[in-house]
C-alpha cells in the first residue's frame, strides 16, 4: 500500500505569511493527488486536484505542484479564514494533515 | 448543485451494526461515471476512506475494515447506505460520504455524522 507523510503536522504563522505544507508518497503516484482544507466542526473542502488544479471556486493563493512522490500545497499569503487543517490525498489514502495555527 | 445529507443513529452498540444513509439531491445518483464514498474520521485524528459505490452497484472497499463493510446504492430514493458490521469503540467517529466524480478526488462532501459506539 502506498503510504502519505505530509509535514510538518502543525506550524504557527501570521496573516500575510507564505506557507508551505509538504506530502511525500512511498512511491510514485505521478500526479494523482488532491489537497483538502478542513475547519472545525466542518468537513473537509477539495481545493487542488491533480497536483496542480485549482477547484472552481477557491482563492488563487492556493496552489499546489509535484509530481512522483513529492507534493506541495502553498498559501502565498495567508489570509485569516486560511487558520484550518489541510490534508493530502491519494487515492484511497489521507496524509495524516497539517494544523496551520495563528502565531 | 450537489447537496449529500448523512443520516442514522448516532449510538450503536459493541458489536452491533452501524447503519448510515447519505441522500443525495441536485442531482441524480445514477447519472453521470460517480462514485459515491464513505469516509470517517475519529476525533481529533485523520480521514479513513471506508468505501465506494458506482451507480451500477459495484464496490470497492478498505481493505483494513474487511468484510465488515456493507455499501448499498437505492437509485430510486437517490441515496446510498452503509453498513459496519461487529462494531467496537474503535470505529466512533464521524463519518461522512461523498462524491467522486472520477480521478479519485472527492468534490462533495455531507456535513458529516457523530457515531458513537458504546453500551
Known amino acids: 500500500d502506498i503510504q502519505m507523510t505530509q509535514s510538518p503536522s502543525s506550524l504557527s504563522a501570521s496573516v500575510g505569511d507564505r506557507v508551505t505544507i509538504t506530502c511525500r508518497a512511498s512511491q510514485s503516484i505521478s500526479n494523482y493527488l488532491n489537497w483538502y482544507q478542513q475547519k472545525p466542526g466542518k468537513a473537509p473542502k477539495l481545493l487542488i486536484y491533480a497536483a496542480s488544479s485549482l477547484q472552481s471556486g477557491v482563492p488563487s493563493r492556493f496552489s499546489g505542484s509535484g509530481s512522483g512522490t513529492d507534493f506541495t500545497l502553498t498559501i502565498s499569503s495567508l489570509q485569516p479564514e486560511d487558520f484550518a487543517t489541510y490534508f493530502c490525498q491519494q487515492s484511497f489514502t489521507f496524509g495524516g494533515g497539517t494544523k496551520v495555527e495563528i502565531k | 448543485q450537489v447537496q449529500l445529507q448523512e443520516s442514522g443513529p448516532g449510538l450503536v452498540k459493541p458489536s452491533q451494526t452501524l447503519s448510515l444513509t447519505c441522500a443525495v439531491s441536485?442531482?441524480?445518483?445514477?447519472?453521470?461515471?460517480?462514485?459515491w464514498n464513505w469516509i470517517r474520521q475519529p476525533a481529533g485524528k485523520g480521514l479513513e476512506w471506508i468505501g465506494r459505490?458506482?451507480?451500477?452497484?459495484?464496490?470497492n472497499n478498505n481493505p483494513s475494515l474487511k468484510s465488515r463493510v456493507t455499501i448499498s446504492v437505492d437509485t430510486s430514493k437517490n441515496q446510498f447506505s452503509l453498513k459496519l458490521s461487529s462494531v467496537t469503540a474503535a470505529d466512533t467517529a464521524v463519518y461522512y460520504c461523498?462524491?467522486?466524480?472520477?480521478?479519485?478526488?472527492?468534490?462533495?462532501w455531507g456535513q458529516g455524522t457523530l457515531v458513537t459506539v458504546s453500551s
Open positions: 459505490i458506482y451507480s451500477s452497484g459495484s464496490t
Open positions: 441536485g442531482g441524480s445518483i445514477s447519472s453521470g461515471d460517480y462514485y
Open positions: 461523498a462524491r467522486d466524480p472520477g480521478g479519485r478526488l472527492l468534490d462533495y
